[in-house]
């Protein structure tokens, strides 16, 4: 896991997304919808939207509560484009505080 997915309690994780369509060409969602769970294994309720960057470029940000879980936290994007539903999977890991 790269140090860009490593944060601690407080820290915002920001994730980019890039849609294309078959032919490879960046396009924009239909709908989307994002599944977050902790590093416990809990699935968050009401996690962030997508924000539209640019055409087929969202990005996602989360603030990890103070006391949220430890461990590794996933993150599943399904997004819709016509009939076809797009789903990326990415984690981040939330680090023990240093006292």
């Keep these: 896991m790269t140090d860009e997915r ?6 915002t994780v920001s ?19 994002i ?5 416990d294994g809990s699935e968050i309720s009401s996690p962030p939207d997508l924000v539209k960057t640019a055409t ?15 461990g590794v936290w996933k993150v599943l994007m399904e997004g819709v484009i016509g009939s076809y539903t797009e789903k990326q999977l990415d984690a981040f890991e939330v680090l023990t505080d240093i006292v």
Excluded at 15 to 33: A, H, P
Excluded at 35 to 39: A, K, P, R, S, T
Excluded at 56 to 70: K, Q
């Design 6 to 11: 490593q944060v601690y309690r407080g820290q």
């Design 15 to 33: 994730i980019i997304y890039e849609i294309k369509d078959k032919d490879g060409v960046l396009t924009d969602l239909d709908s989307s919808d």
């Design 35 to 39: 599944i977050l769970v902790d590093g």
């Design 56 to 70: 087929g470029i969202y990005e996602w940000n989360y603030t990890v509560p103070t006391d949220g879980a430890y």
